[in-house]
């Protein structure tokens, strides 16, 4: 895996625009969006080859415009810069950009059969539905709050413990979040918090956290994968053994550890004990779409990955921006405590409440998008974007990142600054007041769960503690992995408030 998180995000764009089948060539056009010079053969690819291409992109944008083309080997991939262009694509001329247009990597590993993965389909249409209605949307979230509420007294309730135990050393965050962030997911999407199942093929009980790595850390490692023969379909008849190992070895893991996962739970349904979970509203609904094992078990996975490993991402990243900036704590903390007083943070607060710890959220979903560039998109009819006609046969990247930084949109764009969400035009309950989750038909199915888990904890975590950063710690912003994983997990000093 250590070759993959070199690649780093730079992988990404690169997979992403390399993972398209072999298509018709965009016509010759007169009116096309300007083209970025790059070398015969390869086109702009030695450009794209570094940890941020987004900020490549972005840099491009100030010469060339919101809008323009690159070429890829023998694709031409049109890159979209700023919001109002993206929102263009994604909401009025849907109807044309409708297809995803996944790596090879991200097509074999989800078979094309998942929610995010799947083109816009009546079996897409029915599953997005079935995942609202069984785990997030706004009834189904309900169902979990009580799991939701014990979830971040656990983490608080651990952190008091090292704190405690050991005063003087920093800790890593992650380390405590992730196993109760997971946890959670497993409860939403199998009815258990799985602390270790055995596994057949593996021959021993595998442990929470190698399960967190196998479902969830592994499969974002290979997202980033790209195949360099996806950029020359004319050479796919040559070997590439190394990415072929990589990901048919850890998609043969995942099968393993989920179908171990499932056996024990359909042993419990067996027993007649249901549970509120999305895999018994999918086996109780039995819906037409799971048509044989290996669909019930991407749906699962689908879920399990989608929710712990966004909201990790995002929660790291609020944190250390809030550890990073101690006036901007200490303001939130005293808005927090006018609201509430010494009473814990709670979901349904009135929106006066949920008000201050939504910000944070909402900027750092800005400057540091979990996703900064969007699954990529393919054009299948001819149609235009900014005034440029663009043909069916154009790939399409929305670079988010671009978007959140554009100077003309944001008022000092470099900058964390969550007060900018106060005042008219931000209604609080609104969550899309960034494209961090994406928009139009294929938005996020998960903006619900992810404010409900990250708002609610980060203003629990900062009504609890004093947060700072480990000393030197205040520059490490890279990132890796498809989602933007801080590459240093997040270490802290934390200084109990002694709020009750
Ligand atoms: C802060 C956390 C999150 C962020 C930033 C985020 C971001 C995104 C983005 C950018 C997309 C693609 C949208 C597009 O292509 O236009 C997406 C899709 C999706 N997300 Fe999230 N997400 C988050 C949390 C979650 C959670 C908790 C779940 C729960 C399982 C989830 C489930 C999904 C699903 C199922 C899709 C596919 C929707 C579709 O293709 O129609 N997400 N998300």
């Not at 893991?253 to 999918?282: N, P, S």
């Amino acid at each position: 895996m250590e070759s993959l998180l070199a690649a780093g995000a730079g992988g990404v764009v690169a997979a992403a625009v390399g993972g398209l089948v072999a298509v018709a060539q965009p016509k010759n056009r007169s009116n096309a969006p300007p083209a970025i010079p790059g070398l015969p053969i390869i086109g702009n690819l030695h450009q794209l080859n570094e940890t941020k291409p987004h900020h490549t992109f972005a840099k491009w944008s100030k010469t060339y415009g919101p809008i323009y083309t690159i070429k890829t080997g023998v694709f031409s991939v049109v890159v979209l810069n700023s919001t109002e262009v993206a929102k263009e694509a994604m909401v009025e001329k849907f109807s044309s950009i409708s297809t995803r247009n996944w790596p090879k990597a991200m097509s074999v590993l989800t078979d094309n059969r998942i929610v995010a993965a799947s083109d816009y389909n009546d079996f897409q249409k029915m599953a997005k539905r079935n995942i609202m209605m069984g785990m997030l949307g706004f009834n189904a979230q309900k169902q979990f709050r009580d799991t939701r509420e014990k979830m971040i007294s656990s983490v608080i309730r651990t952190l008091h413990k090292l704190v405690t135990d050991d005063p003087h050393s920093p800790l890593n965050f992650r380390e405590v979040y992730i196993t109760e962030l997971f946890g959670l997911s497993l409860t939403q999407s199998l009815g258990e918090d799985v602390s270790s199942v055995y596994v057949e093929e593996f021959g021993r009980d595998v442990p929470k956290d190698e399960l967190f790595h196998v479902l969830v850390h592994d499969m974002m490692m290979c997202a980033v994968m790209a195949d360099w023969r996806e950029y020359f379909p004319y050479l796919s008849w040559l070997p590439n053994k190394s990415f072929e190992t990589t990901l048919f070895t850890a998609q043969a893991r995942r099968d393993a550890v989920m179908h171990a996962l499932i056996k024990r739970q359909k042993e419990r349904i067996a027993r007649g004990e249901a549970r509120i979970c999305y895999m018994d509203f999918l086996l109780e609904k039995n819906s037409t779409l799971l048509t044989d094992d290996h669909q019930l078990m991407l749906f699962l996975w689908e879920s399990i990955l989608a929710s712990a490993d966004t909201v990790l991402v995002t929660t790291e990243w609020v944190l250390y921006e809030i550890a990073k900036n101690p006036d901007k704590q200490e303001r939130l903390h005293q808005e927090i405590q006018e609201v509430c007083g010494g009473r814990a943070v709670a979901e349904d607060d009135p929106p006066r409440a949920a008000g201050p710890h939504a910000r944070p959220l909402h900027e750092t979903l800005r400057l540091h998008s979990p996703v900064p560039v969007l699954p990529p998109r393919f054009v299948h009819d001819d149609t235009t974007l900014a005034g440029y006609d663009v043909p069916a046969g154009t790939r399409m990247m929305i670079n988010v990142y671009a978007c959140h930084m554009d100077g003309g949109a944001w008022d000092s764009p470099e900058e964390w600054l969550p007060e900018r969400f106060l005042g008219e035009g931000f209604e609080v309950a609104d969550r899309y007041k960034t494209l961090a989750f994406g928009a139009g038909k294929r938005i996020c199915a998960g903006s619900l769960q992810a404010m409900n888990v990250v708002s609610v904890a980060v203003a629990r975590f900062v009504q609890e503690f004093r947060w700072a950063l480990r000393e030197g710690d205040g520059g490490k912003e890279d990132t890796m992995q498809f989602t933007a994983l801080k590459l240093e997990p997040l270490h802290v000093r934390l200084e109990p408030r002694g709020r009750v």
